[in-house]
């Protein structure tokens, strides 16, 4: 029971973002519900008790240990001085509960961590394996979604993706650097979106999630991927927990001054300040994850005094599709 759902915490945070942000309503349903209807389209679901997106994966627990500097970041309670209990999921990307874990359109991978703070609360951490997104804005990213709907080998060319493809650069480069790694050990996971971290004395800067594996990264090429059993980076980091523990460094890439912290199709340059905020220790499986997974529900705005939004639009609508794709799976 310890995953369990915060529901009225979400329901407070869905509240507050439906008036906050500028939500579209077409077809009588905001882009938010729209945008999960289309992942479960493209996935030939529903599929009864999974996610609509990044519908396979597997959990494991640990602890996250902080920085000596990622307190002079944010005065948010897990960055201070104590250790706190984590727990992770790890996942293919799309709403296919059975796909291959080295099918191409199973990457990006995800991460999604949930920190126990000292009061018993709880905030999460949601990213993927490509340093980008993309699309600038919820729209952008159904049209793409309606788009690959629409598509396929028997729709004539040009299809209505290669039209979209076409006259966004951002999504060509996105799907165009995808590669397989060997394990979710040896994967790096990007936040993507920018946050505001606020430290103590009231210093406020933004930046961007970084989770770089300490056992290094390590690809496999296209033809070991197709040799690869369809479970092998599922079954992977099971047996190398139950071997040894997994180690992840969580960092900060922080903004300059006119770096955009409102597009996370916009990657800030590689000479970006990195701040360390401490190392990620999972240590074991979890045992019942298959029945685990489906209690819980990540929320990368479940965020505590320290850490607040940016104004990008994708996470402002991440939380509502999140709170769609979750209500659904446990009733449908
Ligand atoms: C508007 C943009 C986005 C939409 C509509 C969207 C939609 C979704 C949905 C519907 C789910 C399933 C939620 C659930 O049932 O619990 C999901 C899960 C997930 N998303 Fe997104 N997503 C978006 C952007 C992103 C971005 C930018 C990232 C990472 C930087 C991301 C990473 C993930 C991950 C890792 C999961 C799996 C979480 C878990 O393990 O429970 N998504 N997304």
Not at 158 to 182: C, E, M, N, Q, W
Not at 275 to 289: A, D, Q, R, W
């Amino acid at each position: 029971m310890k995953y369990l759902f915060k529901l009225k915490t979400t329901i407070l945070i869905t509240g507050s973002l439906l008036l906050a942000s500028n939500i579209c309503f077409a077809d009588g349903k905001p882009v938010t519900e729209q945008l999960v209807d289309s992942f479960t389209k493209l996935a030939n679901g529903p599929h009864k008790g999974y996610r609509a997106n990044h519908a396979k994966g597997v959990m494991a627990e640990g602890v996250f240990t902080p920085s000596p500097l990622a307190s002079s970041i944010s005065k948010a309670a897990h960055l201070q001085t104590k250790t706190s209990n984590i727990v992770v999921r790890f996942s293919n990307g799309t709403g296919i509960p059975d796909i291959s874990d080295a099918n191409p359109n199973a990457n990006p991978k995800g991460i999604a961590i949930r920190f126990t703070l000292p009061d018993g609360t709880s905030t999460d951490i949601v990213s993927i394996s490509i340093n980008s997104f993309l699309a600038s804005t919820p729209e952008e990213f159904l049209e793409l979604l309606n788009a690959a709907a629409e598509s396929g080998p028997q729709v004539a060319k040009p299809t209505p993706i290669d039209t979209f493809l076409g006259t966004h650069p951002a999504a060509v480069k996105f799907l165009s650097k995808r590669p397989s790694y060997a394990s979710f050990a040896t994967m790096p996971f990007y936040g993507v979106n920018a946050f505001k971290f606020t430290n103590s004395k009231g210093l406020v800067q933004y930046g961007r999630y970084q989770i770089t594996p300490i056992a290094g990264l390590q690809t496999i090429g296209e033809e070991e991927a197709m040799r690869a059993q369809p479970n092998y980076l599922m079954d992977e980091i099971v047996s190398r927990l139950n071997k040894s523990e997994v180690k992840y460094r969580l960092a900060l890439q922080m903004a300059d001054e006119g770096d955009a912290t409102n597009d996370s199709t916009v990657v800030w340059p590689d000479s970006r300040r990195v701040v360390e905020l401490g190392v990620l220790t999972l240590k074991t499986s979890v045992p019942n994850s298959k029945q685990e997974e489906q209690k819980v529900m990540f929320n990368p705005l479940s965020i505590p005094e320290g850490i607040n939004t940016s104004d990008d639009p994708i996470l402002l609508a991440r939380p509502i599709s999140y709170a769609i794709s979750y209500s659904r799976r446990l009733t449908n």
